[in-house]
């Protein structure tokens, strides 16, 4: 937690000189903030690190210094950004309209202690972005362009003791108002600077202090970083020893003798050391130098998954009368692929297999769009491992030191990118940013035992064949930073996908480049993370065919397979919440106009449509659509795991944002989008996968079903495997058998158990549970299930004498199946209780005559295809309101489909998002026109639809009255699966019967005196 500033001062104002360090803490509130909109950056010269000062031209504010310190400025908070307080100050919020490009002032006052005399004054900044120009007192003594990373100022001859100084910060946000560019997942592309051919990484477009700020003194012989790094010991099930690299500043200009005290201990436990060692009679050469010794702590407990055990180490320096002590906080453990010469190699943490699952996180939070608050990252944290994650992946972006923090105390993994790194177009400065960058993350982050391996492009598509020399350059000199952790130079290796997961041998290719732990040189081979980072919508049955064909368990021997960015599923965020959160907080930030916008949408929807008998809250309704895409991870995290040969499955993707990522598990605010124990059940320890390879059917059929376990537990020898097949509704039992099985236990974490098992479907309508339970004796000790929907296609007995317009045929065929007759629609034709459309207005073109059965006759019109066609019809004759369609996207940019409770999914799941029950109708790959909705209004809806940060809602099947009769407009894919054999077709065959009978009323004959059609 950070420290108020006035404690802080008082605090340091105590220590007396030659004691140490002393620090003010300059974060917090106390800042003023002011964009300079007239200032010039364009045209600027940028300077990469080392940055020689002298060369930077000083830059005053527009207004002068002290019109700046008299201005009507912004009270703010840092860490912040220009666009958490000032977007949208032009007068529009919409978009990314209220971005801001350009320059703006961030300053304050601090006191600098008398007693700081003799020693070096430095002031140290977690990160800004992007260029930040330091000023102490109008004079600059700073300057930073790599964004993103700390860096530090020396400002001893600047600072004034015992009195007041004036910190300002310019900083220039070099980023416009482009989606792709900006305000996206895109870091792919250097950015251009201004007017300028220079160019820089890319990166998220905000602009601001994002880190911390201190001011610290320290003496002229200080210790500028502690580095702990892990290696195995010879049982690296007690990986207790480590490297501990001192790196020492000596400001004297001549050597200096000194001593070193190492004192290892439990956090808040300094009294109770497990480790002391000292180094004697050193000497310590002017400039920077790095002193390197080894501990050991055999007792130490290890930093692990499920016992994140902490220690601290506190390096003591003493030269002369002056002590200087810098604490890190480490964990003893060791993660490595291991087995690599062998068919199956693995992961392995402290000796023991570990299977990652992650989810991508591109580091957007709310409100500032770049900075975590302490709140936020325990909650990440927390919710991660509540949804049996044991992992995150800092994706596109450099991971929030809180959020390290987090994951180091509850014992979750990260996976680290700098974000920026690749730099398509990139010039020699975005190179050498790009490239500091990397190694600024490395040193900041190498003591976080929640680290197992860093990062440096995200997906390189080599398609291009841009396997730059630098990339290769890079990759060793960051190893030589911690040679202790694996370093990849790509997650997801694009086109290698279809090559890399069918190959019978290892593939080697430079863009798969990785270095293992202390592995000293670079392998092309051994490390598979490749991206599939789109999703089908919906879990659906050709994702688990058989034990031998599954979604996810594919990749080539030899090879650790890390399936990095998998399956995007949209689903919206928790709009109650966070409305609420932005109206209690009176602070919108770049993101809470568009929440509350989207909030008011919905809101309306649902009250103009009787949807709060379906869905009480927005929060339902958000809930139901995220519980889609937790059902999906969770059955694709269930066939990685049982296959016994996948090493890392990472959800596509962590939190969204406003404008993109809706295929983040969790909003911006970090709260599950579904509920948490879909998913946290498939990442159970010890899971029974019942796999049936067909969840959909119709009345009176049978189901094979594989069983497997999920064996972290190591689970050994004889068993009971017990299956059962049920309806929940009374109880029938289906059928029940057991199963002698074997397990193997040890890293087997995936076996098969029993497969082909049959299950008979029954002849009843309605659900089939299949609970399958491992016994050892009667003991349960592990236990799964599955659903089966069985649906009557014919249940709703829909009545002959209707009439159908559909020059393919296949909806005659369809209802001739089901022995309802019809007849084709000409002018002839008597009265038709109901009429099935399926043609187009254009190829059907008597729209009058079809209109007047309606309205006069009383007919009821089924529009099953071309519905947004037709509801501009009804528009254009002034008998609908409709303000067109809302198109349903794919992937993270995507939407998805919702029943209300309504008589026309009369015995179908009512009340929820469309899941897999209707995976013939969700799944994102439908023949044109595709998924859509209509935007209407006065409809009695049935069914609705939304669409990724779009704040309205559509009706997917509406009904609409029509003087006399009816029409009901259905957005939803039935005609390609009339005569489709997919078991899975049912369901909009059942749904298309359902709209026959409730075309025409139990009470109301199916026939009608004649009536001649003009």
Known sequence: MRLALMLSIVLCSAALAGEGRATIDLSGPGWKLLRDPAASWRDDRLFVPPVDL????????????????????????????????????????????????????????????????????????????QRAEVYLNEELVGYDVVGNTPFECDITSAVKLGQPNRLAVRITDHNDNAVRINFDWADYAAQPWGNTTQRIPGGHGFGGITGDVSVVAVDPVYIADVFVRNRPSPSTTRPTDADVEVELVNTTGRPQNASLLLRV??????????????????????????????????????????????????????????????????????????????????????????????????????????????????????????????????????????????????GLLIYAEPGGYKCDDGDAIARALATEKLMRMIRRDRNHPSIFAWGMINEIWVRQHKVFPEYLRDIMDAHSLDPSRLIALASGQATLIKSLAAATQPVANPSCSWV??????????GWMNEHRAGGPGVYHEGLYVSPTQMYGGEGPPGTIIYWGEEGAIPAPPQLDNLAADYRNSGQLGWDGHDYLAWHKGWTDWLDAHDGRKSFATVNDLCRSLGDVAYYYHGRIIENTRITNKIDGYVVNGWECMRLDNHSGIVDVARRPKGGVSILAHYNRPVHLAVKLRKKVVEVGATVACDLHIVNEKDLRGPHTLRVRASRPMGGKILMEQDFAVNLTGGETFGQLLQENVQIPAGDAHGYVKVVAMLLAGEAIVADGRDDIFVIDVKAPRPRGGGAVIDSTGAVSRFLAGIDCPTVGLTPETGFAPYIVLADTPVKYKDHAGLLQRVTEQGSTLIVIANADLWAQVLKDRGLIQYDGSLVLGRNWIGGSFFVLKHELFTGLPQGQAMNWEYQAIQKQNQPKPGRYGLLLRGDDAAAGCFNSHDPRL???????????????????????YLDSSDPAAAMPKRLLANYLAYGIPRDEPATRPATTTP
Not at 954 to 976: N, Y
Request: net charge neutral; proline share 8%.
């Open 265 to 410: 201990h439990r956090p808040g436990r300094a009294d109770a050391t497990e480790l002391e060692q000292t180094l004697s009679a050193l000497s310590v050469p002017p400039g920077r130098s790095t002193l390197r010794t080894t501990i050991s702590v055999p007792q130490a407990s290890l930093w692990d998954i499920d016992q994140p055990n902490l220690y601290h180490c506190a390096a003591t320096l003493r030269a002369g009368d002056a002590a200087d002590t810098h604490t890190v906080t480490f964990g003893f453990r060791w993660f490595a692929p291991e087995d690599l010469d062998k068919p199956d190699p693995v992961l392995r943490l402290n000796g023991r297999r570990v299977m990652v699952r992650s989810a991508i996180s591109w580091g957007y939070w709310p409100a500032s769009g770049l900075c975590a608050t302490p709140e936020l990252a325990q909650r990440q944290v927390r919710i991660a491992r509540e949804l049996g994650l044991n992992a995150l992946s800092m994706h596109r972006t450099i991971a929030d030191p809180l959020v390290l923090q987090a994951a180091d105390e509850a």
């Open 516 to 525: 293992p732990p202390y592995g000293g040189q670079r392998l092309e081979v």
């Open 54 to 129: 002298k060369q930077v031209p000083a830059t005053r504010p527009t207004m002068g210094w002290e019109g700046l310190y008299q201005s009507v400025a912004t009270d703010v908070r840092v860490p912040g950004t220009v666009e958490q307080y000032l977007w949208g100050a032009d007068g529009d919020p919409t978009g990314t309209n209220g971005n801001y490009q350009g320059v703006s002032f961030w300053w304050r006052t601090f006191d600098a202690p008398a007693d700081w005399a003799g020693k070096t004054v430095l002031l140290r900044f977690a990160a800004c972005r």
């Open 954 to 976: 559509a009706t997917a099947v509406g009904v609409i009255k029509l003087g006399a009769g009816r029409v009901i407009l259905s957005t939803l894919p039935t005609m390609p």
